[in-house]
Protein backbone atom coordinates (compact mmCIF):
# COMPACT_ATOMS: atom_id res chain seq x y z
CA UNK A 1 0.00 0.00 0.00
CA UNK A 2 0.99 3.47 -0.75
CA UNK A 3 0.19 6.52 1.40
CA UNK A 4 0.80 10.26 -0.11
CA UNK A 5 1.60 12.27 2.69
CA UNK A 6 2.01 15.70 0.19
CA UNK A 7 -0.32 16.15 -2.39
CA UNK A 8 -2.92 19.19 -4.10
CA UNK A 9 -5.38 20.23 -6.28
CA UNK A 10 -5.56 24.12 -7.63
CA UNK A 11 -3.94 26.61 -9.14
CA UNK A 12 -0.34 28.07 -8.68
CA UNK A 13 -0.60 31.49 -9.46
CA UNK A 14 3.46 31.91 -11.16
CA UNK A 15 3.39 28.57 -13.48
CA UNK A 16 1.23 26.29 -15.05
CA UNK A 17 0.28 23.04 -13.12
CA UNK A 18 -0.69 19.86 -14.61
CA UNK A 19 -2.86 16.96 -12.72
CA UNK A 20 -4.01 19.63 -10.24
CA UNK A 21 -8.05 18.45 -10.04
CA UNK A 22 -9.49 15.45 -8.26
CA UNK A 23 -10.10 13.87 -11.18
CA UNK A 24 -6.62 14.25 -12.74
CA UNK A 25 -5.09 13.72 -9.27
CA UNK A 26 -6.97 10.11 -8.86
CA UNK A 27 -5.81 9.08 -12.36
CA UNK A 28 -1.94 9.85 -11.78
CA UNK A 29 -2.41 7.55 -8.52
CA UNK A 30 -4.14 4.87 -10.25
CA UNK A 31 -1.53 5.63 -12.66
CA UNK A 32 1.04 4.56 -10.27
CA UNK A 33 -0.65 2.50 -7.55
CA UNK A 34 -0.91 5.06 -4.77
CA UNK A 35 -4.20 3.99 -2.41
CA UNK A 36 -4.50 7.35 -0.70
CA UNK A 37 -3.02 10.70 -0.76
CA UNK A 38 -3.34 13.76 1.88
CA UNK A 39 -4.76 17.18 -0.19
CA UNK A 40 -5.28 20.46 0.71
CA UNK A 41 -6.37 23.56 -2.15
CA UNK A 42 -3.29 25.53 -3.51
CA UNK A 43 -5.68 28.43 -3.15
CA UNK A 44 -5.92 28.71 0.32
CA UNK A 45 -2.26 29.49 0.44
CA UNK A 46 -3.24 33.14 -2.07
CA UNK A 47 -7.15 33.34 -1.35
CA UNK A 48 -7.20 36.57 1.12
CA UNK A 49 -9.44 34.21 3.03
CA UNK A 50 -8.08 30.67 2.89
CA UNK A 51 -11.58 29.11 3.97
CA UNK A 52 -12.82 29.73 0.63
CA UNK A 53 -10.19 27.20 -0.79
CA UNK A 54 -11.54 24.77 1.68
CA UNK A 55 -14.77 25.17 1.09
CA UNK A 56 -14.40 24.27 -2.68
CA UNK A 57 -12.24 21.61 -1.53
CA UNK A 58 -14.81 20.01 0.28
CA UNK A 59 -17.40 20.76 -2.37
CA UNK A 60 -15.44 18.63 -4.69
CA UNK A 61 -14.84 15.71 -3.04
CA UNK A 62 -18.61 15.62 -1.97
CA UNK A 63 -19.47 15.68 -5.28
CA UNK A 64 -17.79 12.14 -6.11
CA UNK A 65 -17.97 8.85 -4.19
CA UNK A 66 -14.63 7.70 -5.03
CA UNK A 67 -13.00 11.13 -4.12
CA UNK A 68 -13.87 10.80 -0.34
CA UNK A 69 -12.63 7.08 -0.55
CA UNK A 70 -9.33 7.69 -1.70
CA UNK A 71 -8.19 11.45 -0.90
CA UNK A 72 -7.61 12.83 3.14
CA UNK A 73 -8.53 16.34 3.20
CA UNK A 74 -6.43 19.30 5.43
CA UNK A 75 -7.49 22.77 5.75
CA UNK A 76 -5.48 25.20 5.12
CA UNK A 77 -5.76 27.50 7.96
CA UNK A 78 -4.20 31.44 8.72
CA UNK A 79 -3.90 31.99 12.39
CA UNK A 80 -3.82 35.72 12.25
CA UNK A 81 -6.89 35.96 9.63
CA UNK A 82 -10.09 37.20 11.56
CA UNK A 83 -12.40 34.42 12.17
CA UNK A 84 -10.06 31.91 11.77
CA UNK A 85 -11.33 29.94 14.99
CA UNK A 86 -14.64 29.67 13.46
CA UNK A 87 -13.48 28.54 10.03
CA UNK A 88 -11.43 25.96 12.02
CA UNK A 89 -14.66 24.56 13.81
CA UNK A 90 -16.51 24.36 11.06
CA UNK A 91 -13.31 22.59 9.06
CA UNK A 92 -13.12 19.99 12.19
CA UNK A 93 -16.85 19.49 12.79
CA UNK A 94 -18.86 20.04 8.99
CA UNK A 95 -16.43 19.41 6.54
CA UNK A 96 -14.47 16.65 8.46
CA UNK A 97 -11.24 17.51 7.79
CA UNK A 98 -8.44 15.23 8.85
CA UNK A 99 -5.49 17.88 9.77
CA UNK A 100 -4.47 21.45 8.75
CA UNK A 101 -1.52 22.93 6.82
CA UNK A 102 0.32 26.31 7.83
CA UNK A 103 1.88 28.50 5.68
CA UNK A 104 3.76 31.09 7.88
CA UNK A 105 5.80 32.66 5.20
CA UNK A 106 3.16 33.40 2.33
CA UNK A 107 0.27 34.53 5.37
CA UNK A 108 3.37 36.82 6.63
CA UNK A 109 2.92 35.78 10.59
CA UNK A 110 5.99 34.17 12.85
CA UNK A 111 5.83 30.38 13.78
CA UNK A 112 5.82 31.49 17.34
CA UNK A 113 2.91 33.91 16.95
CA UNK A 114 0.70 33.36 19.65
CA UNK A 115 -2.29 33.07 17.46
CA UNK A 116 -0.25 30.14 15.71
CA UNK A 117 0.67 28.69 18.99
CA UNK A 118 -3.20 28.54 19.75
CA UNK A 119 -4.55 27.01 16.44
CA UNK A 120 -1.52 24.12 16.73
CA UNK A 121 -2.89 23.20 20.41
CA UNK A 122 -6.42 23.38 19.50
CA UNK A 123 -5.45 21.25 16.74
CA UNK A 124 -3.50 18.94 18.99
CA UNK A 125 -6.91 18.67 21.21
CA UNK A 126 -9.00 17.71 18.00
CA UNK A 127 -6.23 14.87 17.22
CA UNK A 128 -5.57 16.64 14.24
CA UNK A 129 -2.04 16.70 12.28
CA UNK A 130 -0.29 19.76 11.31
CA UNK A 131 1.68 20.21 8.04
CA UNK A 132 3.88 22.74 7.33
CA UNK A 133 5.80 22.52 4.43
CA UNK A 134 10.16 24.08 4.00
CA UNK A 135 9.47 25.17 0.76
CA UNK A 136 6.80 25.50 -1.60
CA UNK A 137 8.53 25.71 -5.34
CA UNK A 138 12.06 26.37 -5.70
CA UNK A 139 13.04 29.99 -5.57
CA UNK A 140 16.15 29.89 -7.74
CA UNK A 141 13.60 30.26 -10.64
CA UNK A 142 10.93 31.74 -8.71
CA UNK A 143 8.26 34.65 -9.69
CA UNK A 144 9.39 38.03 -8.68
CA UNK A 145 6.18 38.06 -7.00
CA UNK A 146 6.95 34.72 -4.89
CA UNK A 147 8.34 34.82 -1.94
CA UNK A 148 12.47 36.54 -2.38
CA UNK A 149 14.98 33.78 -2.76
CA UNK A 150 16.05 32.16 -0.15
CA UNK A 151 12.88 32.15 1.96
CA UNK A 152 13.12 28.45 2.18
CA UNK A 153 13.05 27.40 6.16
CA UNK A 154 15.15 24.84 7.32
CA UNK A 155 14.21 21.80 9.42
CA UNK A 156 15.73 23.78 12.51
CA UNK A 157 13.14 26.66 12.00
CA UNK A 158 10.25 24.36 13.03
CA UNK A 159 12.01 23.77 16.72
CA UNK A 160 10.28 27.05 18.25
CA UNK A 161 7.51 25.38 16.61
CA UNK A 162 7.36 22.05 18.14
CA UNK A 163 9.15 23.32 21.63
CA UNK A 164 5.66 25.19 22.32
CA UNK A 165 3.72 22.87 21.32
CA UNK A 166 5.54 18.96 22.14
CA UNK A 167 2.46 16.52 22.36
CA UNK A 168 0.76 17.89 18.76
CA UNK A 169 1.59 15.60 15.49
CA UNK A 170 3.75 16.96 12.97
CA UNK A 171 4.18 16.24 9.34
CA UNK A 172 6.77 18.18 7.97
CA UNK A 173 6.95 18.34 3.95
CA UNK A 174 9.36 19.02 1.59
CA UNK A 175 12.25 18.61 2.94
CA UNK A 176 15.41 21.20 1.96
CA UNK A 177 18.86 22.90 3.35
CA UNK A 178 20.48 20.39 5.57
CA UNK A 179 18.44 18.26 7.38
CA UNK A 180 20.70 17.04 10.18
CA UNK A 181 20.60 19.07 13.28
CA UNK A 182 22.40 18.87 16.28
CA UNK A 183 22.21 16.17 19.42
CA UNK A 184 19.66 18.16 21.36
CA UNK A 185 17.59 18.96 18.59
CA UNK A 186 17.68 15.72 16.82
CA UNK A 187 16.40 13.97 20.10
CA UNK A 188 14.07 16.54 20.53
CA UNK A 189 12.54 15.27 16.95
CA UNK A 190 12.86 11.94 17.87
CA UNK A 191 10.72 11.93 20.54
CA UNK A 192 7.96 14.36 18.80
CA UNK A 193 5.43 12.40 16.80
CA UNK A 194 6.17 13.58 13.30
CA UNK A 195 7.18 12.29 10.09
CA UNK A 196 8.81 13.60 7.27
CA UNK A 197 8.06 13.07 3.64
CA UNK A 198 10.28 12.18 1.11
CA UNK A 199 9.48 14.65 -1.40
CA UNK A 200 12.10 16.92 -0.69
CA UNK A 201 15.60 17.21 -2.19
CA UNK A 202 16.88 17.57 1.51
CA UNK A 203 17.14 13.90 1.84
CA UNK A 204 19.56 12.72 -0.57
CA UNK A 205 21.26 11.19 2.04
CA UNK A 206 17.96 9.72 2.84
CA UNK A 207 19.81 6.05 4.42
CA UNK A 208 21.52 8.41 6.63
CA UNK A 209 18.79 10.19 7.94
CA UNK A 210 16.72 7.05 8.87
CA UNK A 211 19.41 6.08 10.59
CA UNK A 212 19.86 9.49 12.52
CA UNK A 213 15.80 9.98 13.40
CA UNK A 214 14.57 6.55 13.08
CA UNK A 215 12.71 4.62 10.22
CA UNK A 216 9.09 5.77 11.52
CA UNK A 217 10.49 9.54 11.10
CA UNK A 218 9.66 9.22 7.19
CA UNK A 219 6.87 8.63 5.24
CA UNK A 220 5.95 8.68 1.20
CA UNK A 221 5.20 11.98 -0.25
CA UNK A 222 5.19 13.29 -3.72
CA UNK A 223 4.59 17.49 -3.25
CA UNK A 224 2.32 16.47 -6.45
CA UNK A 225 2.01 18.88 -8.56
CA UNK A 226 4.61 20.97 -8.13
CA UNK A 227 7.54 18.42 -8.06
CA UNK A 228 7.29 15.30 -10.16
CA UNK A 229 4.95 12.16 -9.27
CA UNK A 230 8.05 9.44 -8.90
CA UNK A 231 11.06 10.97 -6.88
CA UNK A 232 8.89 10.60 -3.59
CA UNK A 233 8.66 6.72 -4.10
CA UNK A 234 12.12 6.17 -5.84
CA UNK A 235 14.02 7.37 -2.82
CA UNK A 236 11.86 4.75 -0.92
CA UNK A 237 12.52 1.64 -3.44
CA UNK A 238 15.86 2.89 -3.97
CA UNK A 239 17.23 1.94 -0.74
CA UNK A 240 19.82 -1.09 -0.44
CA UNK A 241 19.10 -4.33 1.67
CA UNK A 242 21.76 -3.07 3.90
CA UNK A 243 20.26 0.28 4.38
CA UNK A 244 16.57 -0.60 4.94
CA UNK A 245 14.56 -4.21 5.21
CA UNK A 246 11.12 -4.87 3.86
CA UNK A 247 9.53 -4.30 6.96
CA UNK A 248 11.09 -0.60 7.09
CA UNK A 249 10.30 0.35 3.48
CA UNK A 250 6.17 -0.55 4.31
CA UNK A 251 6.82 1.72 7.45
CA UNK A 252 7.95 4.43 4.39
CA UNK A 253 4.96 3.12 1.90
CA UNK A 254 2.08 3.74 4.32
CA UNK A 255 2.65 2.33 7.99
CA UNK A 256 3.98 5.61 9.51
CA UNK A 257 1.49 7.73 7.27
CA UNK A 258 -1.04 5.40 9.33
CA UNK A 259 0.27 6.00 12.61
CA UNK A 260 0.03 10.00 11.97
CA UNK A 261 -3.22 9.80 10.67
CA UNK A 262 -4.61 7.38 12.97
CA UNK A 263 -6.27 5.36 10.35
Request: charged share 25%.
Given at each position: ??????????????????????????????????????????????????????????????????????????????????????????????????????????????????????????????????????????????????????????????????????????????????????????????????????????????????????????????????LDYVTGALRIESLRD??????????????????????
Amino acid sequence: MLIDMNAYVGHWPFRKLNYNTCESLLGRMNQFGVDLSVISNLNGIFYQNPQSANEELYETLQSDKSFEDRFIPFAVMNPIYAGWKNDFQVCSEKMDMKGIRLYPRYHNYEITNPSCIELVKSARDRNMPVALSLRMSDSRATSWMDLERGSEWSLRDLIPLIKEVPDARYLILNIVGNPFLDEEETELLKKTNLVMDTSGRGLRRFAELLERYGRDKFAFGTHSPILDYVTGALRIESLRDSEADNKTKNLLRDGNAKRILNI
